[in-house]
């Protein structure tokens, strides 16, 4: 059995204790349309998640531009093409645009043909939209298969972000002489589980007030601070564009600037950082397990 090592602490620029990246998952309609095509059927439905390109994005990258914090922003493909005017908008405001899909299709037991095919279609209608070629990627919903980073790198690009296992990015193995940069994520650093409630598709009902959600998310980053790692937290513009949530991020990122210890940085930079590190890549390997047979009496 192959044993797993933690990734190692990285130094970060200019004597800082950490990283800390406003990244954004620009969903739009499609989480739900990928799960059940009827959802299109519903009106009211369809304009809560629309409310994202339409309404967050715009509010979200006037508080980035008051502070000059770089953004990061992870698009499917079909939002792209269904709200073209605010993906746009992200590039020509300067902010990194990321790959997060076409429908945002869940690759739980996706084969490699199916994976290629979605890499080539996001990509297709973000450059088609924006003129960008994305270097960056994160799975839908953080699931993806032992075979997703080979197919990464096949594609050229830099890094990913949706692994867990580590408060320090690294250098992902990728076969024998290949490697991604991994920007590693947590569920406490996501807007979803405080804010979402779809009916019928999300939550339970019990929606969180923005100061917890802040409390929680400094509570990381202080955290976050003493360990040396990297802060990503991940926000969507459907849920923290809303006024009163965008109105306690945009303090609590006008608390992050005037923190003298902290690198704010997009995800590019980020991992342009890490990869002049030259980190030995560390390698991830599936669990090989026999269930311990039961008898029966």
């Known amino acids: ?33 990928t799960t059940d095509a009827a959802y299109a059927d519903r009106m009211g439905t369809m304009s809560h998640q629309a409310y994202g390109p339409l309404v967050g994005v715009p509010r979200l990258l006037d508080i980035l531009g008051e502070f000059d914090v770089p953004g990061t922003f992870f698009v499917p493909g079909y939002t792209a093409h269904r709200h073209p005017r605010p993906i746009r908008s992200i590039a020509e405001s300067g902010h990194e645009i990321a790959h997060h899909g076409y429908l945002h299709e869940s690759l739980v037991g996706a084969t490699e043909d199916t ?6 279609a996001g990509l297709d209608a973000l450059h088609e939209v924006a003129g960008v070629r ?6 839908p919903m953080w699931e993806m298969n032992w075979h997703t980073p080979k197919l990464l790198a096949e594609f050229g690009f830099t890094y990913d972000s949706t692994l867990m296992d580590s408060d320090h990015p ?34 339970t009902g019990l929606i969180e007030t923005p100061a ?6 400094r509570a990381e980053l202080e955290a976050m601070r003493d360990v040396g790692g990297a802060w ?9 564009g809303r006024p009163g949530r965008a109105a306690a991020l945009r303090n609590f990122i006008a608390e992050v600037k005037a923190m003298d210890d902290v690198w704010i940085a997009s995800m590019s930079q980020i ?20 269930p311990v047979p039961v008898k029966e009496n």
């Not at 797993?4 to 739009?28: E, I, R, S």
């Open 1 to 33: 059995m192959t044993e797993l090592t933690a990734a190692a602490p990285v130094q970060w620029p200019h004597g800082k204790k950490c990283a800390v990246a406003f990244t954004f998952d620009v969903d739009g309609e499609s989480p739900l349309l």
């Open 115 to 120: 994976e290629r095919a979605i890499l080539q």
């Open 134 to 139: 994305p270097t960056g990627y994160r799975a």
């Open 170 to 203: 690294y250098e992902l193995a990728v076969g024998a002489s290949d490697s991604l940069v991994e920007l590693p994520v947590s569920w406490a650093l996501d807007d979803w589980q405080q804010y979402c409630f779809i009916p019928d598709f999300s939550g």
């Open 212 to 217: 917890k959600a802040i409390e929680l998310w």
């Open 232 to 240: 990503i937290l991940t926000n969507h513009p459907f849920l923290s």
């Open 271 to 290: 991992a342009a950082h890490v990869r002049q590190q030259q980190l030995t890549p560390r390698t991830l390997t599936r669990p090989e397990f026999s």
